[in-house]
């Protein structure tokens, strides 16, 4: 149970690399056709989930740092007059 639903708490369905791997060793099977193009299929679609779940974490990764680059660079483009306290002599 631990390959199927929603929770997949396999290690090794959660890995690329691993699934990658399975994919290939499914190239050499002598198992029955139709069982073999049941698990690449699903090995396929799961292969594609992970690359969508890695490019969306990037995604989420790269607008927080541009975030934070557009920040750190509003601070440094604030007027110096504005920030410090006025002397009166």
Do not use: D
């Not at 396999?10 to 056709?33: F, G």
């Not at 995604?59 to 740092?65: F, I, L, Q, S, V």
Request: aromatic content about 6%.
């Amino acid at each position: 149970m631990a390959h199927f639903g929603h929770a997949r708490v396999c290690p090794h369905i959660q890995s690329e690399t691993q699934v990658r791997a399975m994919l290939e060793a499914l190239r050499h099977s002598n198992e029955p056709e139709h069982l073999v193009n049941e698990a690449k299929r699903y090995l396929r679609g799961l292969k594609g989930h992970l690359v969508q779940m890695k490019r969306q974490k990037e995604a989420k990764e790269h607008a927080a740092r541009e975030a934070e680059a557009a920040s750190v660079f509003q601070a440094a483009r604030a007027p110096v007059w504005k920030s410090a306290p006025t002397v009166h002599f």
